[in-house]
């Protein structure tokens, strides 16, 4: 069965564009031009993958109040914004409310789907991972990669198919310091440093909401992050 992708963008013939050659790459796409479309049809059936803009028409902020909403009932639904919107206040903004990608229009199309196959490839590799590496334990942590859930202390914590690929290559060598690019390189995707830096206080803020005291994701300056503690 095809995975299904939905395209939550105003502009008719450019989404007509992308549902084409998302088509034409085996995907079913449905395409909705504003935000209480999309939430309707939402409520009824999740996408595999949603491609949003973040204006709607009028609804200035439509794309973002979207992306709060489906994070709220869905953490782990991979989640790209394409935008002509490129301000690094946009991109940050996109990316603190879940987003695991924020692409700008100016994108080319083999570029655009190259990151969205490479996307779902990660939500594919973490839901079948090998044997040896279905359950990770790090003291109080538990990721469970089939699953892909995340526990602290016994408690869910919510994380995003990039925040637990990040979680998952800080913990699975816990101890070793990761740099920027690694971390990008391990999250399969293309961010700049201060993209990266936003997706770590949004995962330590998660698990932080759970934990107060919690600090196992610790900054080696200069150099990049480590999962505190001694692998296992």
Not at 88 to 110: C, H, M, N, P
Not at 143 to 150: I, S, V
Request: aromatic share 6%.
């Amino acid at each position: 069965m095809s995975q299904h992708i939905a395209i939550v963008e105003d502009e008719a013939a450019l989404a007509a564009n992308y549902r084409d050659a998302l088509e034409r790459q085996g995907f079913s796409v449905a395409i909705y031009d504003n935000r209480r479309a999309a939430t309707q049809a939402f409520e009824q059936q999740l996408p595999d993958l949603a491609i949003i803009d973040v204006g709607l028409g009028d609804d200035i902020e439509g794309g973002f109040e979207l992306c709060r909403d489906l994070r709220s009932r869905a953490p782990e639904l991979p989640i790209v914004f394409l935008t002509a919107r490129d301000s690094e206040l946009d991109i940050i903004s996109g990316l603190r409310l879940g987003a695991d990608d924020y692409l700008t229009k100016d994108i080319s199309q083999a570029h655009m789907l190259a990151r969205i196959v490479a996307l779902l490839r990660r939500v594919k590799a973490l839901r079948a991972p090998e044997a040896s590496e279905h359950m990770i334990e790090r003291g109080p942590l538990t990721l469970n990669l089939e699953r892909m859930t995340a526990f602290w202390q016994g408690q869910a914590i919510d994380l995003t198919v990039t925040e637990l690929w990040i979680v998952h290559a800080l913990a699975r060598h816990a101890g070793h310091v990761k740099n920027r690019q690694q971390l990008m390189d391990a999250a399969n995707v293309v961010l700049d440093d201060n993209s990266i830096t936003s997706h770590i206080k949004r995962i330590r803020r998660k698990f932080q909401a759970v934990d107060p005291n919690f600090n196992a994701v610790e900054t080696a300056y200069g150099m990049g992050y480590r999962w505190a503690g001694h692998s296992q």
